[in-house]
């Protein structure tokens, strides 16, 4: 039978027995109505979709291989299949965008250490993809592993003058010497040993260049250095950096008198810095590159609202379709480059979901008041490129009341799911709640907003809904197959995603937005960086504007009191410049709560300073 819920007790009540599978009876006004299950089992069609998008035919979904287009277009015809309307370019379900993918070597590009011929290219050495197009000299400083942690009493920097000169800094970080330890065992190593980390501190102390050494390595020397896409970084120009081989630095470091080994063997014993200027010592290095961009695309559906007051307005369900492909950037192990990386759980299991929900909203008997847009993202792996597109260019944003994401939820586990975003708009965090509650879910609910596609909703002052069952030992490795996905698990997902979009939905007032605690600036969803200074700023973590602008600030914090804004771009805090959002941590790390610190924004193009007095997180 037809019906057209919009009482919050009916709506919820059979939306909860039609997704369990439960014939419902209802007496209203003398009526009696049986509503049995009508829309299909969710569990096949996310198997199915699970299946294919991570098979070896998808090559991984990288927005670099031709598995990209190949789930691309599977996603537009199952959307077509369901009779659902194209929202992206000209008519069709696809809305393009580019993407840089790599970067191409050019000449010149020349490494000499002092007066001694050039280096062999791709022999000797290779440019990081990360690095800045310059050409640099200078004298050479031994930096250790390139890392400052000043809250653990740690930095590679200390007593060392390295402004102008090239620092020799070593790949990855100490091994741990307890558990209080900022750093990693490896393969898992922390924020500390990511080479945007390396070469961003090196530029933070003045540095005009940085090379690279892999001293952990026992392979031979063309495995040795890293490939310019697996170095490739887009969050802005940090200095001129390479990687050399052990072979070719050692023994001309040993003629200095320096030991790389020695050192290293130094540091890693004590987990104390041995850093030192290397006497005489000069090089040259230049490096040219040019960026290789990539179009690629996000798959947009529309089903058309019921209500004729209603159907102007919005919500977005969405979930990224791209991958790491055969894991050249992102990948968490470095032997694993050059194999596909299906990534069942990321974002397979968000984008299956996505279908399900589009197949079973367009085969409601009753339509959602509200239009529903259904987006499947690319280039989230890259940079949250796709839904910065979205929110950018999509006609009818600004009539979007709220976002729901799936992102990684193929692993429940004892039936919890963690939902980010239950307090960005009042009312949420109940509506989950009680819609977890029949199917036997138990939701973990987060602070922060975390980072998602959904992020680039955030910005916009549109609350969100992120779901997400938890991080795994297969993340971003090729052990991420379709077989360990938790189908009942991902179907439970389903269903309480499709309570909780119907429900916003069929509301007779829209969702109000509500400022969000502050993600701590480079922190990682692993939880890699806790930090005890805070400001309060939300940064625009898609952003690329020469310094880190701002989504907006958290009520009542050091960032508000200050007098920082939305739309301002940080360009500087204390002594350091902010080009990104790592340089912003590091800032950060720098201070301690009670400092106050000068701040310079760019706002409409114009350089304003402000005062913050920073505080203690928590």
């Given at each position: 039978?037809?019906?057209?819920?919009?009482?919050?007790?009916?709506?919820?009540?059979?939306l909860?027995?039609?997704?369990?599978?439960?014939?419902?009876?209802?007496?209203?006004?003398?009526?009696?109505?049986?509503?049995?299950?009508?829309?299909?089992?969710?569990?096949?069609?996310?198997?199915?979709?699970?299946?294919?998008?991570?098979?070896?035919?998808?090559?991984?979904?990288?927005?670099?291989?031709?598995?990209?287009?190949?789930?691309?277009?599977?996603?537009?015809?199952?959307?077509?299949?369901?009779?659902?309307?194209?929202?992206?370019?000209?008519?069709?379900?696809?809305?393009?965008?580019?993407?840089?993918?790599?970067?191409?070597?050019?000449?010149?590009?020349?490494?000499?250490?002092?007066?001694?011929?050039?280096?062999?290219?791709?022999?000797?050495?290779?440019?990081?993809?990360?690095?800045?197009?310059d050409?640099?000299?200078?004298?050479?400083?031994?930096?250790?592993?390139?890392?400052?942690?000043?809250?653990?009493?740690?930095?590679?920097?200390?007593?060392?003058?390295?402004?102008?000169?090239?620092?020799?800094?070593?790949?990855y970080?100490?091994?741990?010497?307890?558990?209080?330890?900022?750093f990693?065992?490896?393969?898992?190593?922390?924020?500390?040993?990511?080479?945007?980390?390396?070469?961003?501190?090196?530029?933070?102390?003045?540095?005009?260049?940085?090379?690279?050494?892999?001293?952990?390595?026992?392979?031979d020397?063309?495995?040795?250095?890293?490939?310019t896409?697996?170095?490739?970084?887009?969050?802005?120009?940090?200095?001129?950096?390479?990687?050399?081989?052990?072979?070719?630095i050692?023994?001309?470091l040993?003629?200095?008198?320096?030991?790389?080994?020695?050192?290293?063997?130094?540091?890693?014993?004590?987990?104390?810095?041995?850093?030192?200027?290397?006497?005489?010592?000069?090089?040259?290095?230049?490096?040219?590159?040019?960026?290789?961009?990539?179009?690629?695309?996000?798959?947009?559906?529309?089903?058309?609202?019921?209500?004729?007051?209603l159907?102007?307005?919005?919500?977005?369900?969405?979930?990224?379709?791209?991958?790491?492909?055969?894991?050249?950037?992102?990948?968490?192990?470095?032997?694993?480059?050059?194999?596909?990386?299906?990534?069942?759980?990321?974002?397979a299991?968000?984008?299956?979901?996505?279908?399900?929900?589009?197949?079973?909203?367009?085969?409601?008997?009753?339509?959602?008041?509200?239009?529903?847009?259904?987006?499947?993202?690319?280039?989230?792996?890259?940079?949250?490129?796709?839904?910065?597109?979205?929110?950018?260019?999509?006609?009818?944003?600004?009539?979007?009341?709220?976002?729901?994401?799936?992102?990684?939820?193929?692993?429940?586990?004892?039936?919890?799911?963690?939902?980010?975003?239950?307090?960005?708009?009042?009312?949420?965090?109940?509506?989950?709640?009680?819609?977890?509650?029949?199917l036997?879910?138990?939701?973990?609910?987060?602070?922060?907003?975390?980072?998602?596609?959904?992020?680039?909703?955030?910005?916009?002052?549109?609350?969100?809904l992120?779901?997400?069952t938890?991080?795994?030992?297969?993340?971003?490795?090729?052990?991420?197959?379709?077989?360990?996905?938790?189908?009942?698990?991902?179907?439970?997902?389903?269903?309480?995603?499709?309570?909780?979009?119907?429900?916003?939905?069929?509301?007779?007032?829209?969702?109000?937005?509500?400022?969000?605690?502050?993600?701590?600036?480079?922190?990682?969803?692993?939880?890699?960086?806790?930090?005890?200074?805070?400001?309060?700023?939300?940064?625009?973590?898609?952003?690329?504007?020469?310094?880190?602008?701002?989504?907006?600030?958290t009520?009542?914090?050091?960032a508000?009191?200050?007098g920082?804004?939305?739309?301002?771009?940080?360009?500087q805090?204390?002594?350091?410049?902010?080009?990104?959002?790592?340089d912003?941590?590091?800032?950060?790390q720098?201070?301690?709560?009670?400092?106050?610190?000068?701040?310079?924004?760019?706002?409409?193009g114009?350089?304003?300073?402000?005062?913050?007095?920073?505080?203690?997180?928590?």
């Amino acid at each position: 039978m037809s019906i057209k819920p919009r009482s919050r007790f009916t709506l919820r009540t059979l939306l909860a027995a039609l997704t369990l599978g439960i014939t419902v009876v209802v007496v209203l006004s003398g009526w009696t109505l049986e509503f049995s299950p009508q829309i299909p089992s969710a569990t096949d069609d996310i198997l199915r979709h699970v299946k294919q998008l991570a098979s070896e035919e998808f090559t991984g979904r990288g927005v670099d291989s031709p598995g990209i287009r190949l789930a691309r277009d599977y996603i537009a015809a199952e959307f077509a299949k369901y009779g659902l309307k194209p929202g992206g370019d000209n008519g069709s379900y696809l809305q393009g965008f580019d993407v840089v993918v790599g970067v191409t070597v050019k000449d010149p590009t020349t490494l000499a250490f002092g007066n001694e011929s050039d280096l062999r290219l791709n022999e000797d050495w290779i440019p990081l993809g990360l690095s800045t197009s310059d050409k640099t000299e200078g004298g050479v400083v031994f930096a250790g592993y390139g890392i400052t942690v000043k809250d653990y009493g740690y930095d590679d920097y200390a007593g060392i003058d390295a402004k102008g000169k090239i620092v020799v800094v070593l790949r990855y970080e100490p091994p741990p010497k307890d558990a209080n330890s900022p750093f990693r065992k490896l393969p898992d190593a922390s924020i500390h040993a990511t080479l945007r980390a390396k070469a961003n501190n090196a530029r933070a102390h003045g540095a005009v260049g940085m090379i690279l050494v892999d001293l952990s390595q026992n392979a031979d020397k063309k495995a040795e250095l890293l490939s310019t896409r697996n170095s490739l970084w887009r969050g802005g120009n940090t200095v001129v950096a390479a990687q050399v081989t052990r072979q070719a630095i050692e023994p001309w470091l040993d003629s200095q008198g320096v030991s790389l080994s020695a050192l290293k063997e130094k540091i890693d014993r004590a987990e104390k810095p041995a850093s030192m200027l290397v006497p005489n010592a000069t090089v040259k290095l230049q490096v040219s590159l040019q960026e290789d961009r990539q179009r690629t695309e996000n798959v947009v559906a529309i089903l058309n609202g019921a209500d004729p007051s209603l159907t102007g307005e919005n919500i977005v369900i969405g979930a990224h379709y791209d991958h790491l492909g055969l894991g050249y950037f992102g990948a968490r192990e470095r032997q694993s480059e050059g194999r596909i990386h299906p990534g069942a759980d990321d974002n397979a299991s968000g984008t299956a979901v996505l279908l399900d929900l589009a197949r079973r909203m367009s085969q409601l008997p009753a339509k959602p008041a509200r239009t529903v847009v259904f987006v499947a993202f690319s280039g989230e792996e890259l940079g949250l490129y796709g839904s910065r597109s979205f929110v950018q260019r999509a006609p009818f944003i600004k009539s979007t009341k709220a976002m729901i994401n799936l992102d990684m939820v193929g692993r429940l586990r004892e039936n919890r799911v963690t939902v980010f975003g239950t307090r960005s708009s009042p009312g949420f965090s109940k509506m989950v709640l009680d819609g977890a509650r029949p199917l036997g879910l138990e939701v973990q609910e987060s602070d922060g907003v975390g980072r998602s596609d959904h992020m680039s909703f955030y910005n916009r002052k549109i609350p969100v809904l992120h779901f997400f069952t938890g991080t795994h030992a297969d993340y971003h490795r090729p052990s991420d197959t379709w077989d360990k996905i938790n189908i009942d698990g991902a179907a439970k997902v389903s269903d309480l995603v499709l309570i909780s979009a119907l429900e916003i939905a069929d509301a007779k007032e829209p969702p109000n937005f509500a400022s969000l605690p502050a993600r701590p600036p480079g922190d990682q969803e692993e939880g890699e960086v806790k930090l005890g200074t805070y400001l309060g700023s939300i940064p625009d973590y898609g952003a690329n504007a020469g310094g880190v602008r701002l989504a907006g600030v958290t009520e009542g914090s050091p960032a508000a009191r200050a007098g920082l804004r939305e739309g301002d771009i940080i360009v500087q805090l204390a002594e350091m410049k902010i080009q990104n959002i790592e340089d912003l941590t590091a800032a950060l790390q720098g201070q301690k709560p009670g400092d106050e610190v000068e701040i310079t924004v760019l706002r409409t193009g114009k350089p304003v300073t402000l005062k913050a007095t920073l505080r203690a997180r928590g």
